[in-house]
């Protein structure tokens, strides 16, 4: 009993003591978590993914934003990383600064004497990035949850086409809760074409739609920017344009040698290979060739600028279908790895021509029986806009050849303009049809990311065109198969009355009889006076 005793005792004594253990000793106190909420750049439309790696881990005071107890971080390297910053082999700005330092504590001490965004930060975002671990805090879209108070590396996901952007240059962060806007920025690309009127003589400005006739040559213009963080690119070395023509448009030999490349009023053509397959134009940054090495010096104000022609050929789509091409840029996206390797691409955009068909029917006088036997010659008013002081000229010029040997005449491929309409063979027994003056009126988007037609009309009516069109669900645009279409009706020749009627045939008559009468007297006569 006695041992009993003495064995209850002990196992009290021992449950007192680890009681007592529990209650003085503190639980351990749970990581603080903390948000990085990044805003996107302005005009950036992509959703990033993020990395982030802890560079320093210590304790955050909230009231002074500092950061105590530095010790190097989860996601660097720290060895690595304080060796590389010594030999500094990334830019002089950083040379001598961290020869001292032993601890991430004394590498921290020196960086709290940089200012935010200088070239000493930029230069040494190169240098941790080099030297992280493969520990990361966090991956994901913003905003970003990371556990543990320190100093945040950010950057984009590793990934070497991003599509419509630019990769954020680095962003360093000592965290609480923080709000930080991504430092990216991409280019833009923008496609334009002119108009010419041949009736009025004008030309617009550079504009999203245009008409043509079937052979006419047809201006472009392509202007690419550079980003807004072009000085934080070491180098630029992918810039290209892809222009992709429809199958209605083409271009020649002399056309492509003609295209022009200019920064400015600057020719810098010499810097890109600008080549033509298949219906593609291609203008790209020569292999070697560095944007930030050019003179004059480009910056982000900077625009290239491509101007070339195509010509509008016999496999245009008439109507509202239209023959459009667009255009794209590809560029360098990531200023942290010196503007080499990744790259990302502009959305396509689009211009679009238009182009029309003329047709008549010949028929008869009943206006509906298709008559053989005619030809018809289609002529355009043109105006040529007069220089140094001269007035402008105004003529008729033919449109193709004549068209004959059918019964409906087609004439493919016109634009918007002022027409004449002339039979000039008529068919046999048959009046020649009056002349048909009429116009074609159309419109279109001039400024959209899709330009469509919106109308299609001609006048004046007594010409008696018919336009088929229907109006899309946006109600702004039409669908239409661009024919114009009119009947020419031809009226038979007169039957007119002959002069004189039965009594001229009286008088040849009695005229014959009289010749007759007068050969018989004389003949009597002579044998009389025998």
Request: with cysteine; net charge negative.
């Amino acid at each position: 009993m006695k041992h009993l005793h003495k064995l209850l005792s002990a196992i009290l004594t021992f449950a007192m003591v680890f009681a007592f253990g529990i209650a003085a000793t503190p639980a351990f106190a749970a990581e603080p978590t903390h948000t990085i909420t990044i805003n996107k750049a302005t005009g950036d439309k992509v959703d990033h993914t993020y990395e982030a790696y802890q560079v320093f881990a210590g304790k955050y005071d909230d009231t002074e934003k500092n950061l105590s107890n530095v010790t190097w971080g989860t996601g660097v390297n720290g060895d690595g990383l304080l060796t590389a910053l010594k030999a500094n082999t990334v830019d002089e700005s950083l040379k001598g600064k961290f020869d001292s330092c032993t601890t991430a504590a004394d590498v921290a001490k020196v960086m709290s004497g940089f200012t935010n965004d200088s070239t000493e930060m930029k230069a040494l975002a190169e240098v941790i990035n080099a030297n992280l671990s493969s520990t990361k805090a966090t991956t994901g879209t913003s905003p970003l949850t990371v556990t543990g108070d320190g100093y945040y590396f950010v950057k984009d996901a590793d990934t070497t086409d991003t599509g419509d952007t630019a990769k954020t240059r680095y962003i360093m962060q000592v965290v609480g809760d923080v709000t930080v806007t991504s430092k990216s920025s991409v280019p833009t690309v923008e496609k334009k074409v002119k108009e010419k009127n041949d009736t009025t003589g004008t030309t617009t400005d550079w504009q999203d739609a245009a008409d043509y006739d079937i052979g006419d040559e047809i201006p472009y213009q392509i202007t690419g920017t550079l980003p807004s963080t072009f000085d934080d690119y070491k180098t630029y070395t992918t810039y290209t344009f892809t222009d992709t023509l429809s199958e209605g448009l083409d271009i020649t030999n002399a056309q492509l040698a003609a295209v022009t490349v200019k920064v400015g009023d600057t020719d810098v053509k010499s810097h890109f290979d600008v080549t033509y397959t298949n219906h593609v134009l291609t203008v790209s940054l020569k292999s070697g060739e560095d944007m930030k090495t050019w003179t004059p010096a480009l910056t982000a104000d900077s625009t290239i600028v491509v101007n070339y022609s195509a010509t509008l050929t016999k496999d245009a789509v008439i109507g509202s279908e239209g023959n459009p091409n667009t255009v794209n840029l590809k560029f360098s996206n990531n200023p942290n790895a010196g503007g080499n390797g990744d790259f990302g691409k502009t959305p396509d955009d689009k211009v679009i021509v238009f182009t029309y068909e003329i047709k008549a029917q010949k028929v008869g006088e009943d206006g509906k029986t298709a008559l053989e036997g005619a030809g018809f010659t289609l002529y355009k008013e043109v105006t040529t806009k007069g220089t140094d002081g001269a007035s402008d000229s105004t003529e008729w010029v033919q449109i193709g050849n004549e068209i004959t040997g059918v019964t409906t005449f087609e004439f493919k491929g016109t634009d918007a303009g002022k027409y004449k309409l002339v039979e000039t063979t008529v068919p046999a027994g048959y009046n020649k049809a009056d002349d048909i003056e009429f116009t074609v009126t159309a419109t279109y988007d001039t400024s959209s990311d899709d330009p469509k037609l919106t109308s299609l009309t001609v006048t004046p009516a007594e010409a008696n065109f018919t336009v088929t069109t229907t109006t899309n669900d946006d109600g702004k645009s039409i669908t239409t198969d661009g024919i114009v279409s009119t009947k020419v009706i031809n009226e038979k020749g007169s039957t007119l009355p002959s002069t004189g009627g039965m009594g001229t045939k009286i008088f040849y008559i009695l005229g014959a009889v009289l010749v007759i009468g007068g050969g018989i007297v004389l003949v009597s006569r002579k044998r009389m006076s025998r």
